[in-house]
């Protein structure tokens, strides 16, 4: 089973400013990863995929890089709506897919 | 647009049989793969396992020996079976459905259920 690692857990971020999020896997993953969005109550939703690739209806602020065994998911302008929690989710590897124990962005 | 929602009981006594549904809306439930994952404080968001249709599912190794999905494309919905539940089972499901078109599969899923709150205790 592929451990994923995100860093750091709490994230505090003035609105407008960038925020970067990290995630490594215990093995390469080749760009197989994704990135969710969770808000409270909520369930998660999808925000990038083949690691750099954002979903349908996505924000072009939010970007995603990285390949092999280190990822980076990057807010460029961080607008109210973006403070939740966020995990990255490996699929190279599976069963199990494996997630990341996510980074909660919080208001600075 | 496709809409996914979890139902079944909210209390199940230890040893007992969780058994949850989804009902899928907007999409058939021949034409994709179909997953259910929970999600505790303590060991975060777990995959727990998948299944397409005439196929057979797909399961997390450490919860194989207890868990079954079946699908009922009748009714157009998926269903979880968790056997011999401990306070551990307790958490919160969601059903969620693969990105990709059937038969093929991404194993990242692009809509998800609201989730329900199961909880084992006596």
């Known amino acids: 089973e592929i451990l994923m690692t995100q860093s750091p857990a709490t994230l505090s971020v003035s609105p407008g400013d960038r925020a970067t999020l990290s995630c490594r896997a215990s093995q390469s993953i080749s760009t197989n990863l994704a990135w969710y969005q969770q808000k409270p109550g909520q369930a998660p939703r999808l925000l990038i995929y083949g690691a750099s690739k954002r979903a349908t209806d996505i924000p072009v602020r939010f970007s995603g890089s990285g390949s092999g065994t280190d990822f980076t998911l990057t807010i460029s302008s961080l607008q109210s709506e973006d403070f939740a929690v966020y995990y990255c989710?490996?699929?190279?590897?599976?069963?199990?897919?494996?997630f990341g124990g996510g980074t909660k962005v919080e208001i600075k | 647009q496709v809409h996914l929602q979890e139902s079944g009981p909210g209390l199940v006594k230890p040893s007992g049989t969780l058994s949850l549904t989804c009902t899928v809306s907007?999409?058939?439930?021949?034409?994709?793969?179909w997953s259910w994952f929970r999600q505790t404080p303590g060991k975060g968001l777990e995959y727990i396992g998948s299944?397409?249709?005439?196929?057979?599912?797909t399961y997390n190794p450490s919860l194989q020996r207890r868990v079954s999905i079946s699908l009922d494309s009748s009714k157009n919905q998926f269903s979880l079976s968790l056997t011999s539940v401990t306070a551990a089972d307790t958490a919160v499901y969601f059903c969620?459905?693969?990105?990709?078109?059937?038969?093929?599969?991404?194993?990242?899923?692009?809509?998800w259920g609201k989730g329900t709150m199961v909880l084992v205790s006596s």
């Open positions: 969620a459905k693969d990105s990709a078109p059937g038969p093929y599969y991404n194993f990242y899923m692009d809509v």
């Open positions: 907007g999409a058939s439930i021949t034409r994709h793969y």
């Open positions: 989710q490996q699929y190279d590897n599976w069963p199990p897919v494996t």
């Open positions: 299944t397409f249709y005439a196929t057979t599912a």
